[in-house]
């Protein structure tokens, strides 16, 4: 399945809503704010047009994919696994920043977003973050398809 994307932000989701509620963040903004201390405004809003207009374009492919093959339901992973091998389906959230899964328990999310190693380790990722998203960035601009359209648009 095709999923809607913001490269920079390293976000990926198959609900066009999630992606829509991404670009209007504050964690999207403040992105763009960073890569704007490190390259020219216009070449940020060219970005931010980018990643817009791409989504469209995978949202029109998948409503061609949808009319073309219709919606077949996807198999189950589960689907042969008995009650002999022990396993429970789950609700979990994966905190990236620790790289840990935690059920989906109100109790032990908030614990677990407030305990100490979770801001320290948040603190870490996102300095790391603002790194990658700059690179990205200049890795999506530096491909030669995109610095035409960047040219033309500074134009």
Known sequence: RIQFACS??????????????????????????????KLPDRTVQFLQEYIVNRNRKIERRRQELTEKEGNKPRADPFKGIGQEHFFKRIEAAHCLACDMLIPAQGTLLQRHLRSAEHNRSRRLAAEQFRKTSLHVAKSVLNNKHIVRMLDRYLQ
Do not use: A, N, P
Request: glycine share 4%.
């Open 8 to 37: 920079v932000c390293k976000f990926r989701s198959l609900d066009e809503e999630e992606l829509q509620r991404h670009l209007q963040s504050k964690f999207h903004r403040d992105t763009l704010r960073y890569i704007g201390t």
